[in-house]
């Protein structure tokens, strides 16, 4: 039965769930649609990416469809199964599917990409009335990530959804700056980067 994650791969959120399969070793297919194509208004409701479908079963929102590969085929577990633990790696999973996506990704880079003036420069309003938020939430993340690992002190599915949210933000030289005035974070993103499952996902 095919695997197959559609979804643009520039997406933060089709990356992570495709660092999820290949942390699993699991062959999958990427269709690469864009958000509201009409293969993608056909499987979510909002238009958005990623969705997978495995045979006939179909999915959307990328927290679901990670626990499924993780749940579904064999590979080391990215979800620990002792509940404490467990639990906080989805913690960590869904502040950056939310909190964490919502402020670098969303207030943030895609203000850097896509919000320019008629001369092609970047309008900073936006961006700059988030530049404190930004650079806490960095700090925020460098705390949580001094045992090595986000929710826990091995890799997990927490790592697949902030490794790329990190790397979109550090392009941009705020977010560089930010990252680098780090201790843990800088150290474990260089560590992270090197990651085969982030290497070959990389758009
Ligand atoms: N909660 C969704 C969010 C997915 C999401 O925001 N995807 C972006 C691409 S990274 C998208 O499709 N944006 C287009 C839109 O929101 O209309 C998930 O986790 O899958």
């Excluded at 269709?31 to 238009?47: A, C, N, Q, Y």
């Excluded at 990328?62 to 989805?90: C, H, K, Q």
Aim: aromatic residues 10%; negative net charge; contains cysteine.
């Amino acid at each position: 039965m095919t695997l197959t994650i559609i979804g643009t791969p520039n997406s933060n959120f089709v990356r992570s769930v495709r660092m999820v399969a290949e942390e699993k070793g699991v062959a999958y297919q990427n269709s690469p649609e864009m958000p509201h194509s009409d293969v993608i208004k056909s499987l979510h409701p909002m238009g958005q990416v990623p969705v997978m479908r495995h045979g006939e079963f179909q999915l959307f929102e990328s927290m679901a469809i990670a626990r499924y590969i993780d749940n579904v085929f064999d590979g080391p577990a990215l979800v620990p199964a002792r509940p404490e633990a467990a639990a906080t790696t989805v913690q960590w999973t869904s502040f950056a599917q939310t909190s964490v996506d919502q402020l670098i990704m969303r207030q943030y880079v895609l203000e850097y990409l896509f919000n320019k003036d008629e001369n092609g420069n970047v309008v900073r309003d936006k961006i700059d009335r988030v530049l404190n938020k930004v650079s806490k939430m960095f700090r925020v993340l460098d705390d949580a990530v001094s045992s090595g690992y986000f929710g826990s002190g091995d890799f997990s599915m927490a790592d697949c959804f902030l490794m790329p949210i990190i790397s979109y933000g550090q392009l941009f030289p705020e977010g560089k700056e930010a990252l680098e005035s780090t201790k843990h974070l800088n150290s474990y993103f260089d560590k992270l980067s090197q990651r085969p499952s982030f290497i070959s996902t990389a758009a």
